[in-house]
């Protein structure tokens, strides 16, 4: 057991971001290093995201979106897949009543209908037990990738056009951002990734134009509570100029 920094940095709390994603990255790499099965590092990965989402709630955050699953994560070994989708149905039904219990609002970005029906059954019960909440949202994107919800916006609003539901001059980025899995949600102020990769793997494409990006050297199980405070407060000293100067 080494000695961990645990002393608290100074946080502006009336500056913190309104939305905040985290690509967690580096499960895997995590348990190879200690010599364990990559599904050990999932499950460490998903007790850190606990902790996360509690912190999260705790600096009054409203919304904080996970990378979970991603359209391209079904090209891994049939193992590792079906392993993932257990812990998701594990998540769920250790967390649900906490989650209840704290008016925390589910939302899924992302297709659900491909998977597996007992995985599908949990998250939309969870889906339904939560959506009257309003503390904060918690955005798990579940088979999600950034073209895919692209292209069905386009697909939707092709067909609102053709149905003459809508004019051409009706379709601006609002109209557009209404028919993405983040409808009605601010867009990312922070994006953090973990394990030292700097890519967005097909995150939040649309979403992330002017989100600040905070990368972590970090494997996502040992990104704690002090990690995610540092990257806010980087955040904080960042200056955000929106394309004017
Ligand atoms: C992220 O960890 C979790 C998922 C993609 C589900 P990885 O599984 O990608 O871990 P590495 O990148 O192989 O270390
Ligand atoms: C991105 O991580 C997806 C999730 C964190 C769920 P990956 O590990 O799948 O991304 P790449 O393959 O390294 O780009
Ligand atoms: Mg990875």
Redo the contacts with the bound molecule.
């Keep these: 057991m080494f000695f961990k920094k645990t002393k608290e940095m100074p946080i502006e709390l009336d500056n913190l971001p309104k939305h905040v994603a985290f690509i967690?990255?580096?499960?895997?790499?995590?348990a190879?290093r200690r010599g364990l099965p990559?599904l050990m590092?999932?499950n460490a990965?998903t007790e850190m995201l606990k902790r996360i989402v509690i912190e999260s709630k705790k600096l009054k955050i409203e919304n904080i979106t996970f990378?979970?699953?991603?359209t391209e994560?079904w090209r891994?070994p049939e193992d590792?897949v079906n392993g993932?989708m257990d812990i998701l149905v594990k998540f769920f039904r250790s967390e649900i009543d906490e989650i209840v219990e704290n008016k925390v609002k589910i939302n899924i970005f992302g297709d659900i209908d491909v998977l597996p029906k007992y995985a599908k059954t949990e998250v939309l019960r969870a889906i339904e037990r939560t959506q009257h909440h309003t503390e904060m949202n918690f955005n798990i994107a579940l088979n999600y990738g950034g073209r895919d919800e692209i292209i069905r916006a386009v697909k939707e609003i092709a067909t609102e056009y053709k149905s003459e539901k809508i004019a051409l001059d009706d379709i601006d980025e609002s109209l557009f951002s209404d028919h993405l899995f983040s409808k009605g949600l601010p867009d990312p102020d922070l994006l953090i990734r973990t394990?030292g990769?700097q890519r967005l793997s097909n995150f939040m494409l649309w979403q992330v134009a002017y989100t600040e990006f905070v990368f972590d050297e970090h494997?996502?199980p040992d990104f704690d509570e002090t990690l995610y405070r540092s990257a806010l407060i980087k955040y904080q000293k960042r200056h955000r100029r929106f394309g004017a100067i």
């Design positions: 967690m990255d580096g499960n895997g790499r995590w190879k990559r590092g999932h990965g990378y979970a699953f991603s994560n891994r590792e993932l394990s990769e494997y996502w």
